[in-house]
């Protein structure tokens, strides 16, 4: 599964039906792509992390 910022937008209630839902879904043992930049949502839904910027890997964490 591929999100792309849907996490972000909205009000507060869609914001975290949203991010509840995405919890759901990932405890299931679906494999997701979260792009965003924001770092709490990366921090509280990511077991690794790969930090591009313009193309450029600055960093991956694996912290499974």
Known sequence: MIID???AVGDLNFRKKSRDKMIE???G???G???SH???IIRHLCNKILWLDHGKQICFSDNS
């Open 5 to 7: 910022e849907i996490l």
């Open 25 to 27: 879904i990932l405890k």
């Open 29 to 31: 043992g679906v494999t």
């Open 33 to 35: 792509i979260i792009v």
């Open 38 to 40: 924001s770092l709490d």
